[in-house]
Nanobody, 114 residues
Framework: VQLQASGGGLVQAGGSLRLSCAAS????????IGWYRQAPGKQRELVAG???????NYADSVKGRFTISGDNAKNTVYLQMNSLKPEDTGVYYC?????????WGQGTLVTVSS
């Protein structure tokens, strides 16, 4: 499967963005999907994920603000980001995992100004 991330941009603190991760094929019930971000000078970290069984998990730093969801018909996973903070700034990547196999989409840049 190939992944295409989009939806990044520049937003003021307190604003919202929705990221999209479009897959080239069916992904639900097969792959674990995750949104990761990499801030300048920092390691890539998991922000939100949804397992093939539909279980969602979030980093503590985004709980209550970010929501991961999916559209099976569109083979797309979304990351709704509300109440954005400057520390949410970074390049966001989507990732799919199935057993030992994983795929990364290209990143989409999110910049939150204070």
């Amino acid at each position: 499967v190939q992944l295409q991330a989009s939806g990044g941009g520049l937003v003021q603190a307190g604003g919202s963005l929705r990221l999209s991760c479009a897959a080239s094929g069916s992904i639900f019930s097969i792959y674990d999907i995750g949104w990761y971000r990499q801030a300048p000078g920092k390691q890539r970290e998991l922000v939100a994920g949804i397992t093939s069984g539909g279980i969602r998990n979030y980093a503590d730093s985004v709980k209550g603000r970010f929501t991961i969801s999916g559209d099976n018909a569109k083979n797309t996973v979304y990351l709704q980001m509300n109440s954005l903070k400057p520390e949410d700034t970074g390049v966001y990547y989507c990732n799919s995992k199935h057993g030992p196999f994983q795929t990364w989409g290209q990143g989409t840049l999110v910049t939150v100004s204070s």
